[in-house]
């Protein structure tokens, strides 16, 4: 008997509930029969209740993926480079050497397809991949529609979303190069989560910015990051320039991405044993999340289906481009055709009525200026917007594959995302994060037309986190006093003014 010991049923490996073995004449929990070979399972609690949905999805074993990929490489037109914030020259290598790991930097710039991932980082990478592929079949069911819809479930990660798929190999390669502490900025909690349980693998400092309205909002995922070691400022800060500027402007400021980015920025900037690490946006961020689409390429195969509709929520685009840049490359080589959508909050919605310029990544202005669609450095969403995606612009590698006509956008208001993810929630059994609530909604719009066309679409959808810790938000909308936030064009135009004209 094999006594191989994983944390989760592979989501695409043949067990099903006739395939456990016996012990005598009673069932031996924790033994299944794998391809014809009796196997020794050691199940994670998130599994299992939901293993008999999920290993049913597919009928092969998969593998983690041992490079991620590079979109880059397969465009013919590459986007525009970064300019550095004083010059406005296109950033050399040496320029990002202050904030990022040689490694980073080489991958940020690199035209290389595929790039190794370290057998070090796929070793932690064991710990929830593969991330289960789960058809939605009592969705479905709720919803009347000939549509099928699978989702690829992120939220088995210790930190609960995609966020750890670039945490471990950023913090990783700091600690290659002898770096001492990291420096970051969160929104919800997530990605500052994420990097603090990867640091507290390999043995480094993390101090993270939070912005104010989640910091006050959402207290477990601040216990989250301290419990892994982590030290969380809420944003705008006393700690630095860059809030104290703010501060003095505003002093109840909510904080945004941008002004957490400039703290962040600033104090790795002045200390040499400190770097700093980004959670979505960056082309070598955007890389590392390519694990999430490989596998779902393989996964989908093993189901017999192709998608004709790929649906993911975008704030800073890290969780809509790893699922869908490997399938724009199978869409590059005529092998496939699907629909790619992104879907982004009303209340901060930089794909659709953001303009394409270059622009800060911060709000102080101390990043490299990227061409991005982006709503203005100094956009500060409404802290009553409850659906995370807070970041002013989406990432230039996303911004230019819309601007190629790859993909495409729409905004929607989040009570609708709610109203989603609870008949979701109340199907499928797992609570979504704010953010992913997005991409349901989207989906289920699409399911409700295939249900009047009588059309029989395969909907791949990206969700990217569980919802555990953002109850508060459930709460507002169960009780009736979450709300639609109108778009203010006059405040969008304020923030745009103040977008650098730069000769692209």
């Given at each position: 008997m094999a006594t191989h010991s994983v944390f989760n049923p592979n989501p695409v490996s043949t067990f099903t509930s006739s395939t456990i073995s016996t012990k005598g004449d009673k069932q031996w929990p924790g033994y299944?029969?794998?391809?014809?070979?009796?196997?020794?399972?050691?199940?994670?609690?998130?599994?299992?209740?939901?293993?008999?949905?999920?290993?049913?999805?597919?009928?092969?074993?998969?593998e983690i993926p041992h490079q991620w990929y590079n979109l880059v490489a397969d465009l013919a037109i590459k986007p525009p480079p970064p300019l550095h914030?004083?010059?406005?020259?296109?950033?050399?290598?040496?320029?990002?050497?202050?904030?990022?790991?040689?490694?980073?930097?080489?991958?940020?710039?690199?035209?290389?397809?595929?790039?190794?991932?370290?057998?070090?980082?796929?070793?932690?990478?064991?710990l929830w991949r593969p991330t289960p592929l789960i058809r939605a079949k009592r969705l479905e069911k709720l919803l009347d529609t000939p549509a099928r819809i699978y989702y690829k479930y992120e939220g088995v990660s210790p930190a609960g979303s995609h966020k750890p798929n670039t945490a471990v190999p950023q913090v990783y390669y700091n600690a290659q190069q002898g770096v001492k502490n990291v420096v970051t900025e969160t929104g919800a909690g997530q990605w500052g989560s994420s990097l603090a349980f990867a640091c507290s693998l390999f043995g480094l400092g993390c101090e993270v910015w939070q912005v104010r309205a989640s910091y006050d909002q959402k207290p477990y995922r601040k216990l989250m990051m301290q419990t892994w070691g982590a030290k969380v400022h809420p944003s705008p800060s006393d700690i630095t320039h860059a809030g104290r500027k703010i501060l003095q402007m505003d002093p109840s400021s909510p904080g945004s991405l941008g002004i957490a980015i400039s703290e962040a920025v600033e104090i790795a900037a002045a200390n040499d044993d400190t770097k700093y690490?980004?959670?979505?946006?960056?082309?070598?961020?955007?890389?590392?999340?390519?694990?999430?689409?490989?596998?779902?390429?393989?996964?989908?195969?093993?189901?017999?289906e192709t998608p004709d509709l790929i649906i993911g929520c975008t704030g800073?685009?890290?969780?809509?481009?790893?699922?869908?840049?490997?399938?724009?490359?199978?869409?590059?080589?005529?092998?496939?055709?699907?629909?790619?959508?992104?879907?982004?909050?009303?209340?901060?919605?930089?794909?659709?009525?953001?303009?394409?310029?270059?622009?800060?990544?911060?709000?102080?202005?101390?990043?490299?200026?990227?061409?991005?669609?982006?709503?203005?450095?100094?956009?500060i969403p409404d802290p009553i917007h409850a659906g995370g995606l807070r970041y002013h612009g989406m990432a230039p590698l996303i911004s230019h594959v819309h601007e190629l006509g790859f993909m495409e956008a729409i905004s929607i208001p989040q009570t609708e995302c709610f109203q989603g993810a609870i008949r979701f929630a109340r199907s499928e059994g797992i609570i979504p994060a704010p953010e992913p609530t997005h991409a349901i909604a989207a989906t289920i719009r699409e399911a409700v037309r295939c249900r009047e066309s009588g059309e029989s679409k395969v909907i791949l959808m990206a969700m990217c986190g569980h919802g555990y810790f953002d109850l508060a938000s459930y709460e507002k909308y169960l009780q009736g006093s979450l709300v639609d936030l109108s778009f203010e064009e006059e405040k969008i135009k304020e923030s745009l003014a103040k977008v650098p004209q730069v000769q692209a």
């Open positions: 299944l029969m794998l391809n014809g070979e009796q196997m020794h399972v050691r199940l994670s609690n998130v599994y299992r209740a939901r293993a008999r949905s999920v290993i049913n999805v597919n009928s092969t074993a998969i914030p004083k010059t406005f020259e296109p950033v050399k290598p040496e320029d990002l050497s202050p904030l990022f790991a040689d490694e980073l930097i080489k991958q940020e710039v690199t035209d290389e397809r595929f790039i190794d991932i370290p057998e070090e980082v796929i070793d932690v990478y064991r690490c980004l959670g979505s946006v960056l082309n070598h961020v955007l890389l590392h999340q390519t694990v999430i689409g490989e596998e779902c390429i393989r996964q989908m195969e093993a189901t017999g800073g685009g890290s969780n809509f481009a790893g699922l869908s840049f490997p399938f724009i490359r199978e869409k590059l080589k005529g092998k496939i055709n699907p629909v790619i959508r992104a879907v982004e909050p009303a209340a901060c919605p930089s794909l659709t009525k953001g303009v394409y310029a270059y622009d800060f990544g911060d709000t102080a202005g101390m990043t490299p200026l990227m061409k991005m669609h982006t709503l203005g450095h100094d956009f």
